[in-house]
């Protein structure tokens, strides 16, 4: 079954510079979060999209943006990098419109940012 | 606001023996899903077990079940017969009952299941 896609698997970057990552949701799946796990940490929240549509915001730093285009792929920019932002970054895809309270989150990889 | 503890850093086990990792909560929520979840080494993450708060029954997938306490706000998991390939970060994890809600983490117990 196809899974989560999540590009690129390693990142590395310079302090002050910027990053894309991309997440590919499961085909049909229309609701995308990311998720940020620095070393040693639980996973934290982002943000969160459904039908293109920002549907939830956790401490993601204003340096971040994202957003979920019409073919429900998510893009995360994060700009000024800093040390600090090196972390395991997953993306999770669920089907949002399953008619249904739970729609479990399925978690990609995740894009390893290495901030030097 | 929900949090997750879990209170065991670090566990070791030998392999065939059974072993529960704890975890407490904290909502105000009456309905809301619990989880378990692995991270072994290659930090995949993948859902062990899933819980509904709405429901009594305590969960079971083959070797692993939980004991959920809804009134006491515990949710321990236990592994049966462990494997080696059960050596892995646990998280204990909280979503409440709404579409498309976040999940909230606890900080994890790393368990080594030794030969």
């Known amino acids: 079954a196809a899974g989560v896609i999540q590009s690129p698997r390693h990142l590395i970057k310079e302090k002050r510079e910027t990053a894309t990552l991309k997440c590919y949701p499961i085909p049909r799946h229309d609701t995308v979060y990311w998720y940020q796990q620095g070393p040693g940490q639980d996973p934290q929240f982002l943000i969160s999209?459904?039908?293109?549509?920002?549907?939830d915001k956790g401490s993601i730093p204003d340096r971040f943006s994202a957003q979920q285009f019409s073919d429900y792929h998510s893009e995360l920019n994060m700009s000024s990098l800093e040390l600090g932002d090196s972390a395991l970054y997953f993306c999770?895809?669920?089907?949002?419109?399953?008619?249904?309270?739970?729609?479990?989150?399925?978690f990609g990889p995740g894009t390893r940012l290495t901030v030097l | 606001a929900q949090t997750v503890t879990q209170s065991q850093p670090e566990m070791s086990v030998q392999e065939a023996e059974t072993v529960t990792l704890s975890c407490t909560y904290d909502t105000s929520e009456s309905n809301y899903y619990l989880f378990w979840y692995k991270q072994p080494p290659s930090r995949q993450m993948i859902l062990v077990i899933r819980q509904e708060a709405y429901k009594q029954q305590n969960a079971t997938e083959n070797r692993f079940s939980v004991n959920f306490q809804k009134a006491a706000k515990s949710f321990s998991l236990k592994i049966s017969d462990s494997q080696l390939g059960d050596t892995a970060m646990y998280f204990c994890a909280f979503m409440k009952f709404a579409r498309d809600d976040k999940i909230i983490f606890g900080k994890g117990t790393r368990l080594h299941i030794l030969p």
């Open positions: 999209f459904y039908e293109k549509m920002q549907s």
């Open positions: 999770a895809s669920s089907l949002g419109t399953s008619g249904g309270p739970y729609n479990e989150q399925f």
